[in-house]
């Protein structure tokens, strides 16, 4: 007899994932799932985010790590809620895992939460959470054939956040044919250029945040 482990592992993350997304819709959360390599600026977009929404949406933040809490310390400190995740050797975030979480987090409190997927171009996009949306960061430091060599990553993601632009004059990454690779995998992903550390583009990133959060409202309205 042949069982297929992984198939059996998926269905179970997709039950959990479901009931994830019962609650967020409950309380009106537009989740999003941020994955990406590390070191790609997940951490430094959240700070910027949290600065940036304050006084507009209640921002809340899921951490996962494999040890130590630093990425949530630092996101602690813009005085929004952040739960660290530790996942060991796990190198992505399950449904379960974020399960976990969710008794600890006031969501009825949160407008959008955001779930930093551990530092990883392959598993993270395999499991869904419960999310709205799986958003990808790519730096410019990567490369720009990344979208060929990590296709599921940039498939299963809605927007591409190309980051760190400004070092782009230091590197040989080419930004059309960034694109170009991308939407080759995704035709419909939106894709926008940002600097983390300079705030080029971040307007453009809160917008499409305000926006999508609206979405999401007027689809609980009528749900």
Known sequence: MKINVMQE??????????????????NKNLVLNLM???????????????????????????????????DADRISKYNIPAIQLTTGNACHLDANM?????????????????IEN???LVCPAEFIVG?????MILSVTEGDEKPLKYPMMFHESKLLLINKIDLAQYTN????????????????MDIIEISCTQGTGLDRWIKWLVEHYKQKLKGSAHA
């Open 9 to 26: 592992v998926l269905q179970a993350n997709d039950r959990i994932a479901g009931e994830n997304r019962k609650i967020f819709q409950k």
């Open 36 to 70: 990406s390599s590390p070191g790609a600026g997940k951490t430094s977009l959240l700070e910027k985010t949290a600065e940036m929404l304050q006084g507009r949406l209640r921002l809340g933040v899921i951490v996962g790590d494999l040890e130590t809490t630093r």
């Open 98 to 114: 974020v399960s976990y979480a969710l008794p600890h987090l006031k969501l009825e409190e949160i407008d959008i939460l955001v």
């Open 118 to 120: 551990v530092g990883n």
């Open 131 to 135: 999310e709205d949306y799986k958003i």
């Open 173 to 188: 990454f080419n930004m059309e044919e960034a694109k170009a690779n991308a939407h080759k995998i995704n035709p419909d």
